[in-house]
């Protein structure tokens, strides 16, 4: 379990408290959306919409076409 205390200022007043309660899992395999069954050096972790998860693999772009297009959005 999680306790974090932050004190802003010289006061020594808490100003947040965050705990984190429940049953909370620490690693990727605990998830229910992320499918890693064997992890290897270099995975990445990539969503597929068809599973809804998050699937360990060491290629950026399955399938034939091998093409990755990268969106970096708008500034």
């Known amino acids: 379990m999680s306790n974090i205390k932050v004190r ?3 006061q020594n007043a808490v100003k947040v408290v965050s705990s984190l309660a429940g049953n ?3 690693t990727l395999a605990g998830l229910s959306d ?3 069954t064997n992890p290897q050096n ?3 972790l990539v969503y597929d919409a ?3 998860k998050f699937t360990a693999t060491l290629e950026l772009t399955p399938g034939a076409t091998q093409n990755l297009d990268i969106n970096g959005g708008s500034f």
């Open 24 to 26: 909370v899992s620490g």
């Open 8 to 10: 802003v200022g010289q």
């Open 34 to 36: 992320v499918n890693i």
């Open 50 to 52: 068809s599973t809804a």
């Open 42 to 44: 270099g995975m990445v």
